[in-house]
């Protein structure tokens, strides 16, 4: 069963994201897909081999102890959506909806770790996710703020 959500997961995700390139400036969905992916992907490693969480079900269990599925097209997809609708927003719009994303992302993860074998806390808490997922999310907004800056 936790194979088949991982497969709807899957087909959620390409959907979402052709979906979220229809519209421009999609060199920075780009740069934001791709950033978000090394970022989750480089900090989710240091987490799987310290021990704080596992993903017994995996996609791909012969070659990633992480979650493949999360690190390089959800989250990504995510934070496109995030960036497209805190586009024109100011610090405290976009922290808002920092927050907002966080706490959904939160919920399905702990919902996930409670009552599927996708996800395994072991020194990992609800609290470790919305804290990075919020954070990285002002770090990639603020870093597009600044790339941006310059063609304003």
Known sequence: MDKLLLWAFFLVGVLLLILSFRKSPVREWLFIFTFTGYLSSFLSVFVVEEGMLSYPVNIFPSYYDTSPLYEYLLLPVIFIYY???????????????????????????????????????????????????????????????LLNRNKE
């Open 83 to 145: 960036y497209q609708t805190s586009y024109d927003s100011n610090w405290p719009g976009l922290i808002g909806q920092a927050f907002i994303y966080s706490a959904f992302l939160t919920i399905v993860e702990k919902f996930l770790e409670e009552y599927t074998k996708l996800i395994d806390y072991y020194t990992w808490t609800w609290v470790d996710s919305f804290l990075g997922i919020f954070f990285m999310m002002i770090f990639i907004r603020g870093t597009l703020k």
